[in-house]
């Protein structure tokens, strides 16, 4: 098992070559082993990133480490349901709940750029209000968990269990990438996960209310996010 005092003086090119063995090493394992192999190797140097579309990666990861942090993104266009599941999360779960927000207000945004830009440049809207912040929060992490399944869409076929983020120069682990949506389901059942009121009328990703609608049957699970837009990512995971 990894020290943890020896990851924080790794260099970047030693992280990923951890990260790349570790995710050839751990790609059949359990999702709890995963994160258990990050906690003990990463420390409190390690976090999970949640949109609070539900609350099963930081339920697992509080497994492995209680109190672990778990990173959650405001970019100020959230349903007031969403926001209701990171109250909920925090009150109940054994996790250190983190809210980033982004440097301006919506309005400060507003004024500089123009309303909606959301609908204008949604991929500048994305970094102003999700990439940057992320950055910025995950300075003091080597290590950080996403909920990212391969079965989402075809830009997630090839997600590893752990890889090396290359933009961040960070360890990135996705714990449920093998998972289906049965998977989680029968997850949610057993432990009585949190999950947002959203996803029981009929959104089956949940990301800014602008940018976010419905899905329609025979759909992909994040088809209802920046729906004709040709857009599928908010450029965090690319």
């Keep these: ?10 260099t970047a090119t030693e992280l990923r070559e951890l990260a790349e063995h570790a995710g050839r090493e751990l790609e059949n394992a359990s999702a709890l082993e995963i994160l258990q192999w990050a906690t003990a190797t990463f420390g409190k140097r390690f976090c ?38 990171r109250d909920a999360v925090e009150a109940v779960m054994d996790v250190n709940v983190i809210t980033l927000t982004p440097r301006q207000t919506v309005a400060e945004q507003d004024a500089e750029y123009g309303a909606q830009l959301h609908d204008r440049d949604p ?53 449920i990438a093998r998972w289906t949506q049965d998977d989680v389901d029968a997850y949610v059942a057993e432990h009585g996960i949190l999950t947002n009121p959203l996803l029981m009328d009929g959104y089956t990703s949940v990301g800014c209310a602008p940018c976010t609608r419905r899905v329609l049957e025979g759909e992909d699970a994040r088809a209802g996010r920046w729906a004709g837009r040709g857009k599928t990512e908010c450029g965090l995971h690319s």
């Excluded at 098992?1 to 790794?10: I, K, Y």
């Excluded at 949640?50 to 266009?77: K, N």
């Design 1 to 10: 098992m990894t020290d943890t005092l020896q990851t924080g003086n790794l």
């Design 123 to 175: 991929d500048l809207c994305c970094k102003l209000r999700k990439v940057t912040p992320l950055e910025e929060g995950l300075t003091s992490y080597t290590a950080w968990a996403t909920g990212l399944r391969r079965d989402e869409s075809p830009t997630r076929a090839n997600t590893p269990v752990v890889g090396w983020d290359e933009k961040r120069q960070k360890v990135k682990i996705s714990p």
């Design 48 to 85: 999970v990133t949640s949109s609070m579309e539900d609350a099963v990666v930081a339920h697992l990861a509080s497994r492995a480490l209680p109190g672990v942090d778990v990173i959650f993104l405001d970019t100020g266009y959230h349903f007031p349901e969403t926001i209701g599941t």
